[in-house]
């Protein structure tokens, strides 16, 4: 390719401060350096993590940088040492890297890769943006809303030539990690009666993570009541909005379940809602996971509750492994196995990203997909 081993200059998104409107900007991409890929992004979605850096956690250190992490692309170049992915391949970036050599990695009980968060703990060293001067961080070591971004190769997945990466990218984060959350993390069984707190993206992809394992009764509950008949879509067969009652909702759900349910699952980031959802599920075996996002709080509940045999448990990108797994789930949406399609309510351009981020802040949208560069 021509542009191999040059700077390339293209359009990114900056979000220079918390709580500002990104600007497009131009800005310089580095080469990849070695086991290192440097990515052409096609299509990226916003995901609610993207507004709790920018809007809700807004850690000065963080900044500048250029958000988005749910995306897929085609490779540009590689760096040294890359052996496995070639210019050309389609790929998604993945926020939780597989080194395949660590412990972890070599368990099958979890997706936390030792150097997972490697590329995520942002540094100007790790980063290969430049703009107007200035070093530009790289969020959660991907950087999606750029035309090019560089990748560790760890963090990578290949995935099948025949996906439209204008859906696909979707299982870059919110799908693959509510999907997982139910799956994989809750380990949901047939039969079983199931909550989902939060019904974006990550919520509802939860939902259809509960009706693919088989779950027979699966309570959609969101204060917002628009989001009601997009759950019904993905298998959901109950509907509860917390404020149209006046106890609290574990009650709500015990009373609707003979004691409580047997999966719960938290897709808001809000620990008051952690707690409800731990609350909601049935002592003697319930399980509850938290997928929602936040670290800017404590939690707590009572200690009876776990005494009582419930269980607490979190989960990161659904659990899977990216490299392996990521793939696995596209050719699941090739196969119609699972949908993405009905996840997406607004198609833009990545000039639009500031009324993308809008629409998700105001509870308009599912996802927003923003097309950055021809297919
Ligand atoms: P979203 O903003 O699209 O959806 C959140 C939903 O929660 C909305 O429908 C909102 O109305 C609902 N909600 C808000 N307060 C509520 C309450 N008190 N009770 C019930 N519902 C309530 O967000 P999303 O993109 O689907 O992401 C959901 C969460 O998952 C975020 O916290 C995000 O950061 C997190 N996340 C976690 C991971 C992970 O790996 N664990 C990955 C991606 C996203
Ligand atoms: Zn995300």
């Known amino acids: 390719m021509a542009t191999a081993g040059k700077v390339i200059k293209c359009k990114a998104a900056v979000a220079w401060e918390p709580n500002k409107p990104l600007v497009i900007e131009e800005i310089e991409v580095d080469p990849p ?3 290192e890929i440097r990515i052409k992004i096609v299509a ?37 040492g890359v052996t496995e992915i070639q210019p050309g391949d389609k790929v998604i970036p993945l926020f939780i890297g597989q080194c395949r050599q660590c412990r972890f990695c070599k368990s099958p009980k979890t997706n936390q890769c030792v150097d997972a968060w ?32 560089v990748v560790n190769e760890i963090a990578v997945a290949k995935i099948d030539p025949a996906a439209p ?21 809750a380990k949901v069984e047939p039969g079983s009666t199931c909550a989902v707190f939060g019904l974006g993206a990550v919520g509802l992809a939860a939902v259809m993570g509960c009706k693919a394992a088989g779950a027979e009764k699966i309570i959609a509950v969101d204060i917002n009541p628009e989001k009601f008949e997009k759950a019904k879509v993905f298998g959901a067969t109950d ?5 149209d009652h006046n106890k609290p909702i574990s009650q709500v759900l015990s009373e609707m379940t003979d004691g409580g349910v047997d999966f719960s699952l938290e897709c808001v980031g809000n620990v008051g809602v952690m707690r409800s959802a731990l609350e909601s599920c049935v002592q003697g075996w319930g399980v509850s996971v938290i997928v929602g996002w936040t670290d800017l709080q404590d939690f ?13 448990k979190g989960s990161a990108f659904g659990g899977f492994k990216g490299r392996e797994d990521v793939p696995q789930m596209v050719k699941a949406y090739l196969d119609k196995k699972v949908k993405l399609d009905e996840f997406i309510t607004h198609n833009m351009t990545l000039d639009q990203v500031n009324d993308a981020i809008e629409l998700m802040k105001h509870g308009k949208c599912i996802r927003t997909v923003l097309s950055v560069s021809p297919q």
């Open 300 to 312: 707590s509940a009572r200690p009876i509750q776990l005494i009582a045999g419930r269980t607490w």
């Open 165 to 185: 990466l204008d859906k696909v990218c979707l299982l870059g984060c919110g799908v693959c990690t509510g999907y997982g959350a139910a799956v994989n993390t």
């Open 33 to 35: 350096q070695a086991n």
């Open 44 to 80: 990226t979605a916003v995901c609610h993590t993207d507004l709790y850096h920018l809007l809700e956690n807004m850690h000065k250190d963080g900044f500048p940088t250029v958000l988005g992490h749910e995306a897929a692309g085609i490779v540009e170049s590689v760096g040294p």
């Open 239 to 243: 509907f509860v909005n917390p404020k």
């Open 118 to 149: 490697k590329g995520n703990v942002m540094t100007v060293a790790d980063s290969r943006f430049t703009c107007k001067g200035k070093k530009v961080l790289q969020f959660a070591g991907t950087s999606t809303f750029s035309e090019y971004t």
